[in-house]
């Protein structure tokens, strides 16, 4: 497991328990039982689990209430027995090529449109955030405490983030199960968004759109329902091959929308063309995809030379060690 972590203070507030009297409240559907705490109203109903429990289908193992965007969350770890329906197979395999002016540029030809929730709330964030600019905030160096109005702002500053953030989760679900549920096979890119977030122009847009998110519930929703997840590896050029003629282009500014291809002359939109070539690697798997497969350790330390950071192929290794 190695060292214990040093957790800091500015983490998110959180406690779990997994001893004591907690669970759903007998009474009614709107409140949960917390040790030491009692019964505590909830916002949304727990019928659903409820209603598991009572049939004997489910097992409350714990509960952990954490502090997130202002408000109280309690969420219960539990043990079930469920069978989902297998979705309708339509067959087929689908490549997604994610961006910042789409969503997702289908290979099919579909471009999903990014709805942008954050651009849309910067006028109502910049104004709040300057009204508590004015105000009287905390400082803990001369033991300041914050006035109620700032408290207020910063409450609707919450609120706001909050709803950002569920109004762009709820898009990924809606579109991660359309892709499950149409087809066999999903392709996507192992993309480094740590790595896009450094470029100080692109690191909003970029945050926005939720890019890790979406390949997190695309792999356990393929998991679920027994599809395949392809995950192509971060260093196939999937925008500068050719997916007419398979010819790779040296160099292709992130400016440049439409490709043409300097061998055959083709043409097409710059994420329409990696989305096809994604989808063709269910036929070629050799360019380092992945097929529901763990990552791996990332901490594992590979020797020097080796690997795909320095070009060389696993064939081209294993071809070396025999001479």
């Not at 792999?219 to 790779?248: E, I, M």
């Not at 360019?287 to 497969?293: D, L, Q, R």
């Amino acid at each position: 497991m190695g060292f214990p972590r040093f957790r800091s203070k500015r983490h998110r507030l959180s406690c779990r328990f997994s001893t004591g009297s907690f669970g759903l409240s007998e009474s009614d559907r709107r409140h949960v039982q917390l040790p030491r705490i009692g019964l505590v109203r909830t916002h949304e109903s727990t019928r659903k689990l409820a209603r598991h429990v009572e049939r004997g289908t489910a097992r409350i193992r714990s509960a952990t209430v954490s502090l997130q965007r202002g408000r109280w969350h309690v969420s219960f770890s539990v043990e079930i027995t469920k069978t989902e329906p297998e979705p309708a197979v339509t067959g087929g395999t689908v490549g997604v090529d994610l961006g910042v002016g789409h969503l997702a540029v289908l290979s099919t030809g579909e471009s999903i449109a990014n709805p942008k929730h954050l651009d849309a709330a910067q006028r109502e964030l910049r104004r709040l955030q300057r009204r508590a600019a004015r105000q009287q905030g905390p400082d803990k160096r001369t033991k300041r405490t914050p006035s109620n109005r700032w408290r207020t702002t910063q409450a609707r500053i919450a609120k706001l983030h909050t709803a950002v953030a569920n109004a762009r989760t709820d898009g990924l679900h809606k579109l991660s199960t359309r892709l499950v549920a149409e087809f066999d096979t999903v392709v996507v890119e192992d993309l480094h968004v740590a790595g896009m977030v450094r470029n100080r122009r692109l690191a909003r847009a970029v945050s926005d759109v939720g890019m890790s998110e979406l390949r997190r519930q695309l792999d356990y929703k393929t998991t679920w329902t027994g599809r395949q997840l392809v995950v192509a590896h971060r260093g196939y050029p999937s925008s500068k091959t050719c997916n007419d003629c398979g010819a790779v282009t040296a160099k292709l500014r992130l400016s440049q929308r439409v490709f043409t291809c300097d061998h055959c002359g083709h043409t097409a939109d710059r994420d329409l063309n990696a989305a096809r070539n994604l989808a063709d690697l269910t036929s070629s798997p050799s360019c380092g995809a992945t097929k529901n497969e763990p990552a791996g350790n990332p901490h594992k330390t590979s020797p020097a030379g080796t690997g795909y950071r320095h070009g060389k192929t696993p064939t081209q290794q294993a071809g070396a060690n025999a001479t």
